[in-house]
């Protein structure tokens, strides 16, 4: 679902819920050693002076000389992952909710609506504004945020590629072997995963469902955990999640009843939001699923990481596929 759909879904569900430094070289009278600090101090001054870099919008934004105080609302993930610790962080229903899944890296943090009210903004007196898409800077948005802070613009699409947006990321702060190491230790983490999950279930079929006030939806195979599932993994995609992605272009799409007693899964990953007693979990569709019938139903609820995407969030759900499928 687009993001502003899936905001006001889970803001829905909770209501019935980052000194310029400088480098001196000293006289040194060997001139190897001169030459070797001349060097450290032009590495040093790449990331220490200002830079302008041109946005998905094709704004022309001068990135501060080591941004402390950074703004980056729902874009929390990369941040942790290059360990960079924002001034705030998303949050829906007066800060209720948050991304749990990061709080061992932002438990401090103090939170910020998700809609970034300008006031609010302001009052953290950030030093860089990092914005997920183009969506959330509409209208004359840009302008007023930019005028508060330099405004980065990551990507013009609402979903816009984990692994694009985490090389911005890293390019902003000049971070970018940084952030290419990661991505290494994620694919090899991800390849070692899909060796180990398909020696334990083969070509059997798996699905993320969630279940959010008493209705049900399906995650889109090639968005969010989707991607993690079927691409990285390479696990075996249901029909009716292959026929209902392909009519969406949402991260979650809802799945209507009738679709549900189609869904051919071996394996079922419910993200269960409505908590324990859930009443849908009890209806005769739901529990004639061949997942359902056969126990292999392994559930998890908002606070994990399934309901968004990124290194951090998707190192974590690859942890608990093999946890779920090959322990």
């Known amino acids: 679902m687009k993001k502003k759909n899936y905001l006001y879904i889970f803001a829905s569900l909770l209501l019935c819920f980052f000194v310029l430094s400088a480098c001196g070289n000293s006289e040194e009278d060997n001139a190897d050693d001169e030459s070797s600090n001349h060097e ?3 590495n040093t001054e790449e990331t220490s002076e200002e830079r302008i870099l041109t946005d998905a919008m094709g704004n022309e934004v001068t990135i501060p000389a080591n941004p402390e105080r950074v703004l980056a609302s729902y874009l929390e993930d990369y941040l942790v992952a290059l360990g960079i610790t924002p001034v705030a962080q998303w949050s829906v229903q007066d800060g209720e909710s948050i991304q749990d899944y990061l709080q061992d890296s932002l438990e401090d943090v103090p939170t910020i609506p998700h809609d970034l009210p300008y006031e609010t903004v302001a009052s953290f007196d950030p030093d860089l504004i990092i914005m997920d898409s183009a969506e959330m800077v509409e209208g004359n948005k840009y302008d007023q945020y930019s005028s508060i802070a330099p405004t980065y613009v990551i990507g013009t699409e609402q979903n816009n590629d984990w692994r694009s947006e985490f090389k911005q990321v890293g390019e902003i702060f000049g971070k970018e072997e940084e952030t290419q190491q990661v991505l290494d230790d994620y694919e090899q983490k991800a390849e070692e995963a899909k ?10 079929s798996v699905a993320a469902i969630w279940l959010v006030g008493n209705t049900f939806y399906i995650v889109s195979d090639s968005l969010s955990s989707g991607d993690v599932l079927y691409n990285d993994l390479g696990l075996t995609l249901p029909n009716v999640v292959e026929e209902i992605s392909a009519n969406s272009t949402a991260n979650w799409s809802e799945i209507s009843l009738e679709k ?26 739901w529990q004639n699923i061949p997942a359902v019938k056969n126990g292999n139903i392994y ?29």
């Open 40 to 42: 450290e101090t032009s």
């Open 195 to 204: 060796e180990q999950v398909h020696q334990a279930i083969g070509d059997e």
């Open 299 to 327: 559930e998890y609820g908002p606070e994990s990481s399934w309901l968004y995407t990124g290194p951090v969030a998707n190192q974590q759900m690859i942890d608990d596929v093999l946890e779920s499928l090959a322990e």
């Open 260 to 285: 549900l007693a189609q869904l051919d899964a071996d394996h079922i990953f419910l993200i269960n939001s409505d908590g324990d007693g859930a009443e849908m979990l009890e209806d005769e569709i």
